[in-house]
Each structure stands twice: as C-alpha cells, then as structure tokens.
C-alpha cells in the first residue's frame, strides 16, 4: 500500500522495487493533480510534487500489472480537514467528521457518475494485481503455434486498452 507518497518518488525506481517486494497486488492512494488542487494549493502557497494518474498506469503496465479498479474520492472532505498542511476548517469533533465523510461519499459518486472525477476529486486509488500471461490453450486445438502466441497477446493487450479508455481509467 502505498499512502500519499508516490508523488514524493520516481514512479519507476520505486515501483521497481515495490515490484521486487510484492507478492500479488499494490494500492496506490494519491493526491488528484486536477485544477482544483492545483489552485488550492497555490491559494494556501504550497508547493508539492505531482504524479499523474495516466504516469502511474503506465508505469504499472511496464511492470506487468493489470489494473483491476481507479477510483476518485474525496470533494470535500479532503479540504475541509486541512488535509496534511492546510488549516483545519471543521471542528475535530466525531459527529460532524462522520456527517463530513457521508456527504463527501455521496457527492463523490455523483460526480464520478458524471466523469468529473478527475477535475473536482482530490485524491485517486488505483488498485492493480500482477498480471498473469492468458493462457495460450485453445479448446480442442490444443495450443496456439508460437507465432499466434505473440497475436494472442498483443491483442489481449489491445482490446484492454479499449477497454480502459472506455471505463474512463486511462
């Protein structure tokens, strides 16, 4: 699991290593660099490094993962708290931090139904899982010859990217 700091490294060394360590999946939970952010954190005069969603993907991929889930999340309730470095704006009370939390669940989902996630989200979840080549058995036929093979996996590789680009991932 890596927690708001892929930002802070070189998404391929470190993914190289957590490549290294990993057994079967890793989350990535970031901050969004939309717009918003971006003007927020220019407002409050911080200064701090980004990693785009479509860098970390990529990176993944390189590393032969298959991305299961993305997900934007928090609209207000990342703000609100003060996040790492900002003022807190709500009291820290449990009552008004869970009534928070439920209105930022609901109108996280709107406005992932709506696909503008990636403008007003402040932070993303990538969940991905090592990638196991398809098996090459084909039915009765037995198994491909190896030429079809290499076919077989570039259009596996094809049809997921459309696949991706349809769901909104990439």
Known sequence: I?????????????LNRVNEL??????I??????????LCRFIA????????????????????????KV?????????LS???????????????????IRIDKFFSKII????????FCWRYLIYAKKNIDPPTYVGRSGYL????????RSFMHRRDAKDERKNGII
């Open 71 to 79: 997900e934007y999340t928090d609209v207000f309730a990342m703000p």
């Open 22 to 27: 990993c057994k079967n999946e890793i989350i």
């Open 45 to 68: 005069r911080h200064e701090d490094p980004e990693a785009k969603i479509e860098d970390v993907i990529m990176a993944l991929k390189k590393f032969n993962y298959k991305i299961e």
């Open 145 to 152: 010859p190896a030429g079809r093979q290499e076919f077989s």
């Open 112 to 119: 992932n139904l709506l696909k503008l996630n990636r403008i």
């Open 2 to 14: 890596l927690k708001q700091v892929i930002h802070h490294l070189d998404i391929e060394k470190s």
């Open 29 to 38: 939970f970031d901050p969004n660099p939309s717009i918003v952010v971006k």
């Open 82 to 100: 003060g996040g790492y470095v900002g003022i807190q704006l709500i009291p820290n009370h449990k009552g008004v931090n869970n009534f928070i």
